[in-house]
């Protein structure tokens, strides 16, 4: 699918739409459309419309735009936003404004990016199906009965809608990548440290990347290129070394696709078909597909959960309801206040991993399960480098199953756990990965397809998928996407 980010762009400079015309339209959407989606929890239109008159002015003056100048667009509620309440979904943030930027917003901002609002999530993103969102889950566009996917929920059931043009979304164990995939987007997922994190709320910060949600490939190396760079306020940023957009149309010089059986296990057989058809659209393409294996894979689920908990827990340390947000109402003294504040704050799944990321940090515990974790990082990363030693993509499913019916992922943690299994690796060690749609399952919901690079080759990850998406636009891309749905 061509770039909506360019096409948009285009009816702005050619003066066929004026930039408050373009908000407006999307405002419009969001009155028409969130009360069924609730994608977005806070919609920004005052603040929308004054960036979209600043946008027409430059117009009329005749200067030129970057190109996300005057795209509507959204952030994740855990995207830190000047002025603008930032809850992470949960209860224990309402009323938290915070008073400084995240530095993504301010390199957006500097484009004029229009913001429609800030985008549902599970809370503290803690979750794969948007469902611990103190507001209630997102609902997927294809089919409003299923979940828009997790943690980044909102951002893709907003893009899918048509009710943003691009979303920023983050990714610890896949919030990027998975609602990506049950929405029929491209979600990438940058390397660790390609993109800022100050400014983004923590929830596992040596996992945690921001990234973009978009409608194409294209759209997605723009978004990355405006937000990665190197940044003084984060000690792990090193940036991205040169622009990818440029480069997109190029096709890598020689493409060894690796596939690896692991990823495979336990995966629907109508993803796997879709996955399968992908394999043979490469080979069509004149990639060598190689098939591989990487036992270290089964270490990464248990790797990632105890890892994810313990620094969780000690990052969500800081909500004691004397420095943010909600505050517990009677108490006998300072502990009591902490601890009713922490109850009834937090929502069950963050109680979960606080207890759970405690416990593994305790002293008693430590070696048995943090130490090990982290040495079976180690393993986790070793099985990439020789992985890539043998080849330059992989390719995988993104989820071995399409979106879930509502409903589903709060009956069985563990189960809902499980089904991390395919996007959590990359997180653990460093990885660049995206999703790419690549077919349909018989009750017609998206399946994603996942690629992953070496550390900072985002421009040979995103040309790879530029590749696909060329070669299968019009197959696997409805054309009613393009136009705006009601889900009345
Ligand atoms: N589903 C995973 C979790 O619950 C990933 C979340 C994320 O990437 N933020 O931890």
Partial sequence: ??????????????????????????LDGIDRDNGVLNAYVRVTGEQALKTAAEVDRKIAAGEALSPLEGIPMTLKDNISTRGIETTCCSKILQGYTPIYDATVWQMLQKQNAVLLGKTNMDEFAMGSSCETSCYG???????????????????????????AAYALGSDTGGSIRQPASF?????????????????????ASSLDQIGPICKSVEDAAVVFDAISGQDPMDSTSVGHKDPVSPQLAQKPEQLAIGVVKEYFKGVDPQVEAAIQNAIRTYEKLGAKVVPLSMPAISYALPVYYILACAEASSNLGRYDGIRYGYHADHYNGIHEMICKTRSEGFGPEVQRRIL?????????????YYKKAQNLRGAVKKGFDETFAQCDVILAPTVPMTAFPKGFAGQDQ????????CTVPVNIAGLPALSIPCGYDQKGLPVGMQLIANRFEETKLLQTAYLFEREMAGEIYRKEEWGCRTYA
């Fill in 1 to 26: 699918m061509s770039s909506i980010i360019g096409t948009l762009g285009a009816l702005l400079r050619e003066k066929k739409v004026s930039c408050k015309e373009l908000t407006k339209a999307y």
């Fill in 137 to 163: 889950g997102a609902a997927n566009p294809f089919d409003t009965g299923h979940v828009a996917g997790g943690s980044s929920g909102g951002g893709a059931s907003a893009v899918g809608g048509n009710l």
């Fill in 183 to 203: 929405c029929g987007l491209v979600g990438l997922k940058p390397t660790y440290g390609a993109v800022s994190r100050f400014g983004l709320i923590a929830y």
């Fill in 356 to 368: 759970l990321g405690s416990y593994v940090l305790s002293a008693g515990y430590y070696d048995a």
């Fill in 414 to 421: 563990v189960q809902t756990y499980q089904t991390d299994i």
